[in-house]
């Protein structure tokens, strides 16, 4: 059985930083991701990344801010997001089963992040 769980959100200012986590139990998958759904939007893609080589992959309305990373021994994909915007305002969900942007069938619980301008 797969569970994911997030932490980490949480009221910041817009300039500031989070850091998310999610903790994963269960089968191992190649890729690990990172989706956000803001109140009456659908679900994005924001990050991703390969368990195997590292390789990285973003959403253009997070590069250069947000950077995703993961520690295989603990099972744990980060979510560490910089200079924080209104707009990054969301619940930010971590996803398990697909590869690079899309195809992802098990998902966290969500964590809400709110950033105040």
């Known amino acids: 059985q797969v569970q994911l769980v997030e932490s980490g959100g949480g009221l910041v200012q817009a300039g500031g930083s989070l850091r998310l986590s999610c903790v994963a139990s269960?089968?191992?998958?190649?890729?690990s991701a990172w989706f956000r759904q803001a109140p009456g939007k659908e679900r994005d893609f924001v990050a991703s990344v390969s368990r195997n080589s590292g390789a990285t992959y973003y959403a253009d309305s997070v590069k250069g801010r947000f950077t995703i990373s993961r520690d295989n021994a603990k099972n744990t994909v980060y979510l560490q997001m910089n200079s924080l915007k209104a707009e990054d305002t969301a619940v930010y969900y971590c996803?398990?089963?697909?590869?690079?942007?899309?195809?992802?069938?098990?998902w966290g619980q969500g964590t809400q992040v709110t950033v105040s301008s």
């Open positions: 269960g089968p191992i998958f190649s890729f």
């Open positions: 996803a398990a089963g697909g590869a690079y942007k899309q195809g992802y069938d098990y």
